[in-house]
């Protein structure tokens, strides 16, 4: 399955974006998603992910994001408020087959299918 990110932008803080992943190849709904994030001079981080009808997010991003599909659009979003400075980063997002992540949704070395990131900015 390919994967393509997209969404990403300069925004103040406050303020609401949207990143889409679009999948091509396979029906995305058979598919665990996971969004994870990178900020300049750290390691990838897990941000939210959607398994089945079951939704993840790290704590930092609990209340402000939402993780959903679209299955007549083959996406998966994360939908962004309240943003914050410390949300600044590049954002990508992955695939896997539920079975072969088997729970463990927030560590991006399980997952085989990513798209691009996407840079998100969040200025002060």
């Known amino acids: 399955v390919q994967l393509q990110a997209s969404g990403g932008g300069l925004v103040q803080a406050g303020d609401s974006l949207r990143l889409s992943c679009a999948a091509s190849?396979?029906?995305?709904?058979?598919?665990?998603v996971g969004w994870f994030r990178q900020a300049p001079g750290k390691e990838r981080v897990f941000v939210a992910a959607?398994?089945?009808?079951?939704?993840y997010y790290t704590d930092s991003v609990k209340g402000r994001f939402t993780i959903f599909r679209d299955n007549a659009k083959n996406t998966v979003s994360l939908q962004m408020f309240s943003l914050k400075p410390e949300d600044t980063a590049v954002y990508s997002c992955?695939?896997?087959?539920?079975?072969?992540?088997?729970?463990?949704?927030?560590?991006?070395?399980?997952?085989?299918?990513w798209g691009q990131g996407t840079l998100v900015t969040v200025s002060s």
């Open positions: 992955a695939a896997e087959v539920p079975v072969i992540l088997s729970g463990t949704y927030y560590r991006p070395e399980k997952y085989r299918y």
């Open positions: 190849g396979r029906t995305f709904s058979n598919y665990a």
């Open positions: 959607i398994v089945w009808n079951n939704r």
